[in-house]
């Protein structure tokens, strides 16, 4: 492409929608969708059809006030686990077998309880490898 390029279109996005994540995979099975209120699901990919460039894409989560707007997308495997943070701080470690394989236009299931002014702000996939032992569900309170 020379310098004035401008690219092509990836995705055609509808009035108020936003990209929030791309998910680059690495013979990962599933995706993790987790939302702000604090639900999150594991999907197998084969629920995701392939589309082409300029695509309105697939719905990745059933959104709703209850569940809050998607925050983070990762590819991921059973033995891996999540690391999500919260506003206020609050840090909690969550073995993705945990989370249970829902289908794509599902809204998940409650990963974390939190406050009323308290929203999952940043999710961290924590890949494991076969020596690894997954730790427990764990929560530290960041201050």
Do not use: C, N, W
């Not at 929608?17 to 599933?30: A, H, I, P, T, Y």
């Not at 998607?70 to 840090?91: H, S």
């Not at 032992?133 to 530290?140: D, H, K, P, Y």
């Amino acid at each position: 492409m020379g310098r004035q390029a401008r690219g092509v279109v990836g995705i055609r996005l509808e009035e108020g929608d936003e990209v929030v994540s791309m998910v680059v995979l690495k013979g990962e099975r599933f995706l993790i969708s987790v939302s702000s209120k604090g639900f999150g699901k594991r999907t197998p990919l084969e629920e995701y059809r392939r589309t082409h460039r300029g695509s309105k894409g697939v719905v990745l989560m059933r959104l709703s006030e209850r569940t809050g707007e998607v925050v983070a997308v990762k590819g991921v495997d059973d033995r891996d686990e999540l690391m999500a943070i919260t506003q206020r701080g609050l840090l909690i470690r969550i073995p993705v077998r945990d989370v249970r394989p829902m289908g794509r236009a599902t809204q998940g299931v409650r990963l974390m309880d939190l406050g009323p002014d308290d929203k999952v702000v940043d999710v961290e996939h924590l890949p494991r490898d076969g020596d690894d032992v997954a730790s427990e569900r764990m929560t530290l309170e960041v201050s």
